[in-house]
């Protein structure tokens, strides 16, 4: 039996957060314990650079009153003591929230969004915000503002982007949960990167209120909840949890869903009824042999078990010109009204970007609109013959901090490691990112277990199913 990468995760940090919880909730361990012990990693491993903001001081308060309520008999809740991380485009009360750029330095939230205020109502406190590549663009962790955040557990190469530094935390067992976004990987990707697990959940199942910048330009410093204008990444820019196990996925999404701890619907799960589709991604983007191989192999592990697997080589294709088509297009008005009179302090490329999409006209837009919801249709009627899809996070293993991975004598750089991410994304489905196996460098490679729209249970079932089917293998 080899050790899968979740095994060697459980091994450096046997901890996951419902065990946390339990130990508080029980009164073997306190809150305080708790804090004190992410802190005490986080300054063995500072060098990590994955905080743009600590709050330990707010944090050693918040533990002390929780341990105050348990001790009365109060219900503390199904998070109690959790460590969390808040990535730093998501407001939370008291704390900067900069979105890795130097045009937003100073600014402070006087709101939390609501997706974080359930989880502090759920018991876990935040001990502080991490760091991002500017407005989150970018497939690394490195940001003009903070620098670069480093990968714990594989130091060569990147701990992803965007959320990759609520990735790189966790890894490090300082944090047991991050919280981050996903627009076109930025949860699934950073997962795979650091050997952990993510979910994206399906569009609009999680309160995205409180993300930076939203409507008007809105930086989180009024006091209000504002959200992200309609458009594209309004409908689809998710927030979601990153954590060590699938059960703290469910319960992390559960509680952000505003929904009883224990009620992410699974449905009739019988891993000998399911039917599976599956590709490589080659469709989608260049893909290493080994991850071909490794989803072939897992698909048919699945069939060796009951499930019906039927290969789909190009599952989702359409999805990824019309994302990229309207990705182009859609204008981020919010992005140039929060940087205006600033704009001098952005990354160029990234204010190039913003101003290349303020020039679409209402016909372009209108037509790639049209174009990404015709191929988000056609993508999502695989539904209506199979239970999920399976899709490798991306054609290969992580990649070097400056964005670019050798697949198979290719070099991809960038957006181009993401095809499989971002043509999920448009079809608002959920997925939820989980290790599979290893590549030839030891780092590990993920898939993308992705359900119908309102299936998060599902996926969340499917994706704990097969992470203990590779763990027996």
């Not at 533990?63 to 008999?73: I, S």
């Not at 042999?289 to 359409?318: M, Q």
Request: with cysteine; hydrophobic share 45%; net charge negative.
């Amino acid at each position: 039996m080899t050790r899968s990468v979740l095994d060697d995760m459980n091994a450096a940090y046997p901890e996951d957060a419902i065990e946390i919880s339990a130990g508080v909730r029980s009164g073997r361990v306190s809150a305080v314990e708790t804090i004190e012990r992410a802190r005490a990693r986080h300054e063995a491993q500072s060098d990590l650079n994955a905080f743009t903001h600590e709050s330990w001081a707010a944090a050693e308060r918040a533990a002390v009153e929780l341990d105050r309520r348990r001790r009365a008999g109060d219900d503390v809740g199904p998070l109690a003591g959790v460590p969390v991380s808040v990535k730093d485009v998501i407001a939370v009360a008291g704390l900067p929230i900069t979105a890795g750029s130097r045009a937003l330095m100073g600014t402070t939230a006087r709101a939390t969004a609501t997706a974080v205020r359930r989880l502090q109502d759920a018991g876990a406190i935040v001990v502080g915000k991490s760091n991002c590549p500017e407005f989150a663009f970018g497939v690394t962790c490195e940001s003009p503002l903070q620098g670069r955040t480093f990968n714990p557990r594989f130091p060569d190469v990147t701990p992803g982007g965007s959320s990759g530094g609520d990735a790189a935390l966790l890894a490090a067992g300082i944090t047991a949960l991050g919280i981050g976004t996903d627009f076109g990987g930025s949860l699934r990707w950073p997962a795979q990167c650091t050997g952990t697990v993510s979910i994206r959940p399906t569009a609009g199942f999680v309160p995205t209120a409180g993300q930076v910048p939203a409507a008007g330009g809105d930086a989180g410093a009024t006091g209000r909840l504002v959200d992200v204008s309609p458009g594209m990444q309004g409908r689809l820019q998710v927030v979601g949890p990153l954590a060590r196990s699938i059960r703290d996925l469910r319960t992390a999404l559960a509680v952000m869903a505003g929904r009883a701890a224990d009620s992410v619907d699974v449905g009739d799960f019988d891993p000998s009824a399911l039917r599976v589709a599956w590709s490589d991604g080659g469709a989608l983007g260049p893909v290493r042999r080994e991850v071909s191989d490794r989803v072939a192999e897992v698909a048919e592990a699945a069939a060796g078990r009951g499930a019906t697997a039927i290969e789909r080589p190009r599952l989702f294709e359409g999805c990824l010109p019309a994302y990229n088509a309207l990705r182009a297009v859609d204008p981020m008005r919010d992005h140039a009204a929060v940087v205006a009179g600033r704009e001098h302090l952005l990354l160029p490329e990234n204010l190039q970007t913003i101003r290349a999409s303020l020039v679409t006209t209402p016909a372009e837009l209108a037509a790639a609109e049209l174009a990404a919801a015709d191929s988000a249709r056609a993508a999502l009627r695989i539904f209506d013959e199979v239970d999920v899809v399976l899709l490798p996070v991306a054609g290969g293993p992580a990649c070097d901090h400056d964005g670019t991975l050798a697949v198979d004598g290719v070099v991809v750089r960038g957006w181009e490691l993401m095809g499989a991410c971002r043509a999920v994304t448009l079809t608002g489905a959920p997925a939820v990112s989980v290790p599979v196996g290893r590549s030839e460098e030891g780092l590990p490679l993920s898939l993308q277990v992705v359900c119908a729209p309102g299936r998060d249970g599902r996926a969340l079932a499917v994706a704990e199913w097969l992470a203990s089917m590779c763990e027996a293998e």
